[in-house]
């Protein structure tokens, strides 16, 4: 079956190192999209992709980059991670006819101490 | 630019009961999309429904119905004789249509305890 996954599950790390949370999607979609949850926040688009080498800014982006080499991958990287970004991390895909939805992959958790 | 407002932010109900969570948004485009999504304590995002602005007729899916009013720019989600295992975070969404989809906005969720 297609499925998202995302890498790690669960992650610590220090303040200021550069982290990289990958997302593996085998739908063959055109599009995913990066979202972070937090409290009293909802889910907050951070980047998005159309398609191989396309990227684009979400809502919170700032400290954070994407990049597109091929259809299946879109690894998000906190260049310099901020305690700030201890949230919730969610990966999504979906297709690009009238009848599309997005799948969610299972989250990350990332805890910048 | 879209919006969308679930006002209610937490929601408690005795098992069976019914509640209604309610969703309300804003766009500037005559075409769009409407979602809403159920997060259980899990932690995963499951979709439930998606209705486009052409299609103004309420939906029924077992328990869950859909009350879709254009005229006042509302998604309202009712769960009837609700249950313990309907305890979520339900969250709705906007897409607007141009060329292709834009990325959906969320609002902030709501969370359902439903109580035995």
């Known amino acids: 079956d297609a499925e998202i996954t995302q890498s790690p599950r669960h992650k610590i790390t220090e303040t200021g190192r550069q982290v990289t949370l990958a997302c593996h999607q085998t739908?063959?979609?055109?599009?995913m999209f990066w979202y972070r949850q937090d409290l009293g926040h909802g889910l907050r688009l951070i980047h998005y992709?159309?398609?191989?080498?396309?990227?684009n800014k979400g809502e919170v982006s700032d400290g954070y980059s994407v990049s597109r080499s091929n259809t299946e991958d879109l690894p998000l990287t906190l260049e310099s991670a901020a305690s700030s970004q201890t949230s919730v991390y969610f990966c999504?895909?979906?297709?690009?006819?009238?009848?599309?939805?997005?799948?969610f992959g299972s989250g990350t958790q990332l805890s910048v101490l | 630019a879209q919006k969308v407002t679930q006002a209610q932010t937490e929601i408690s109900v005795v098992e069976k009961e019914d509640v209604t969570l309610d969703c309300v948004y804003e766009?500037?485009?005559?075409?769009?999309?409407l979602f809403w999504y159920k997060q259980p304590p899990s932690g995963e995002l499951v979709f439930l429904i998606r209705?486009?602005?052409?299609?103004?007729q309420n939906e029924i899916s077992g328990r869950y119905s859909w009350n879709f009013q254009k005229s006042t720019s509302s998604f309202n989600f009712t769960i009837t004789a609700s249950q313990v295992v309907d305890s979520a975070v339900y969250f709705c969404?906007?897409?607007?249509?141009?060329?292709?989809?834009?990325?959906?906005?969320f609002g902030k969720g709501t969370r359902l305890s439903v109580i035995a």
């Open positions: 209705r486009n602005s052409f299609d103004e």
């Open positions: 992709s159309y398609g191989v080498q396309d990227t």
């Open positions: 999504a895909s979906s297709g690009t006819g009238k009848d599309e939805k997005l799948f």
């Open positions: 969404a906007l897409s607007e249509f141009a060329v292709g989809n834009t990325p959906l906005v």
């Open positions: 766009t500037r485009d005559t075409t769009y999309y």
């Open positions: 739908w063959n979609h055109n599009n």
